[in-house]
Each structure stands twice: as C-alpha cells, then as structure tokens.
C-alpha cells in the first residue's frame, strides 16, 4: 500500500521569507507521480506542482519548487518569499498505478 | 471552461435517509474519484473509477456506493446515511497519469 507522510501538522513562516513543507512517500511502484495541492479556507483544491519519478530536474512553477529527492523517497515543497495569501492547508499526493493517496496535510500560517 | 460540478455543496439530512452526491466533468476524463476529508485524517479515497462501467473500493468504501454509466458522471450514493458520514467530500478526475486532478468544490454533509 502506498503511504504519503507530512510529518509538520503546523508551521509558521514569518511574511517574504522561504519555507520548506515536507513530504515523504513509500512506493513500490517504479513509475509514478508527486503532486502538491493548496486548500485554502474557502475550502476548494489548488494545483500547484507536479513531479514525476523519471523526472531529473526538480519542479518549479513560479514562488513554487519541488525538492525532488527519489533515493531519500522525499518531495518536499518550497515556497519563496511567502505572502499572506500563502496560509492554507497544503497536501502532498502520490499517484502510483491506480491509487491516489494523499499526506494527512501541513497548515502553513504566514505571519506579517 | 473545463472543471468538475459537484452538488449540493451543502446538504444536511437524517440518519437513514438516502441521497445521491452528483459530480459531472467535462473535460472527457477517463479517471474519477471520490475522497472523504475528515480534521486530522486528511483526504481519504472512497471508490475511484478508470473508465465507464469499471468501479474499485479505496481506502474507505464501506456505507458508499458508485456508479460510472457514463464517462462524464460520477454520482456517490449513500444508501443509509449515519452520523459517522457526517464530512467534507470531494469529487475528482484526471485525464493521465501525470497531470494533475481537477477537485469539485467540495460538498459538506452533515448526517443527524
């Protein structure tokens, strides 16, 4: 069975500094992908970046990148220069042949 | 514009009676999914389809059933709703292994 593990349930990050969500994955599947999603207050799910396994460069969309580690099974999120809007809860997903399974999730509160 | 509908977004009802959550997209997705989001247990897959006609059990299945008549429809049926039920649910499809899912915004029920 696939297991995700975000080991911090909260974290604070003072305003337009970086920070760093964690995120490990147990797999046996040689193929498969690592998502991360934002779910702000409002309730709804955000893509924000994917990274496959035979991907060798690691992820970035914009203040988003993904720390790609395989042999350390980790995937962990980095966001850059924080923003108030930035204070969510934010899930990492593993997609491995058909199971989708999420991390239990990291709460991220920006303060300004 | 492509996305997933879910609704109700907002349904509260009595133990026992049934109802149907309706999830419709329109992006011609071959895989859908339901999740379940409780505080502290994160999102967990009830049943996920890979293609019409073709259901499999998740994570947590028991009280749920699913039907796939057609590519676009993913109905969530709870035939004796419990108060154990009571949660925040998300519909979901993509359309490949590597792109990410595009979530419904999430139905809240309440089960008294």
Known sequence: AQKITQTQPGMFVQEKEAVTLDCTYDTSDQSYGLFWYKQPSSGEMIFLIYQGSYDEQNATEGRYSLNFQKARKSANLVISASQLGDSAMYFCLNNAGNMLTFGGGTRLMVKP | ?112
């Not at chain 2, 998740?58 to 676009?72: A, F, I, L």
Request: proline share 6%; glycine share 8%; with cysteine.
């Open chain 2, 1 to 112: 514009e492509a996305q997933v509908t879910q609704n109700p977004r907002y349904l509260i009802t009595v133990t026992g009676k049934k109802l149907t959550v309706t999830c419709s997209q329109n992006m011609n997705h071959e895989y859908m999914s339901w999740y379940r989001q409780d505080p502290g247990l994160g999102l967990r897959q009830i049943y996920y389809s890979m293609n019409v006609e073709v259901t499999d059990k998740g994570d947590v299945p028991e009280g749920y059933k699913v039907s796939r008549k057609e590519k676009r429809n993913f109905p969530l049926i709870l035939e004796s709703p419990s108060p154990n039920q009571t949660s925040l649910y998300f519909c979901a499809s993509t359309g490949s292994f590597g792109s990410p899912l595009h979530f419904g915004n999430g139905t809240r029920l309440t089960v008294t």
